[in-house]
């Protein structure tokens, strides 16, 4: 992992253990909706062309604090001199197949930008919720307690980023679609979209 950027490395992929889960664990993909979590939205375009909508539940009932920096910046209601603030405009800049896909660098649009509603960083709130499967929102960083504007969207189980990256969220219905559609766009150096994928429209329903 990368101490510059806030990153998930292909070869922590390459080299995760096969998973292991008991009949008794949560499937966090899968749970239950809570009615009292925020539901905040993506508005996605490839090539310039509309691609659908990412509906995503917050888990503000099991990392709060974490929820309520992605809900803000979904928003844009949060401000701070000097930078772009928000998710609005902001690139999927980094695109694995049957891994991840991870955005949120409204700073630098490269991966090394890091600002959080709490100030340049925050800390890990927890990690209660697991890299259960496809569809989960959960922030990428560049080592503990390095948390920022920068998240990722899981392509399918990845048990090994648990205890090491905070879930705090996941994808509703068909949304999940067009997480494929990113996924599967072709991509070039540092796994970068060929196609320009970017969040035109979001905000809290």
């Known amino acids: 992992m990368s101490s510059s950027s806030a990153t998930i490395t292909a070869a922590a992929a390459a080299a995760a253990p096969a998973a292991t889960v008991t009949p008794a664990a949560a499937e966090w993909h899968q749970r239950p909706p809570n009615p009292k979590n925020p539901i905040v939205f993506f508005d996605v375009t490839i090539g310039s062309i509309p691609a659908g909508r990412i509906k995503m539940e917050l888990f503000a009932d099991v990392a709060p604090k974490t929820a309520e920096n992605f809900r803000q910046l979904c928003t844009g209601e949060y401000r701070k001199a000097g930078i772009p603030v928000g998710y609005k405009g902001c690139q999927f800049h ?13 700073v630098k649009g490269d991966g090394s930008g890091c600002v959080c509603i709490y100030g340049s960083k925050f ?6 919720a697991k890299h ?14 390095t948390n920022g504007c920068q998240f990722f969207i899981t392509c ?7 205890n090491k990256h905070v879930v ?3 994808v509703l219905g068909e949304g999940l679609l067009v997480v494929r559609k990113i996924e599967n766009v072709a991509t070039g150096p540092n796994n970068r979209p060929k196609l320009s994928c970017i969040i035109a429209e979001c905000g809290e329903m």
Request: proline letters at 5%; glycine letters at 14%.
């Open 156 to 162: 399918g189980k990845c048990d090994w980023l648990d």
């Open 168 to 170: 705090f969220g996941r």
């Open 94 to 106: 980094r695109v694995i197949k049957e891994f991840m896909i991870q955005a949120g660098d409204f």
């Open 132 to 145: 259960t499967g496809p569809g989960l929102l959960s922030m990428a960083n560049s080592g503990p307690n």
């Open 123 to 128: 800390e890990d709130e927890n990690f209660i």
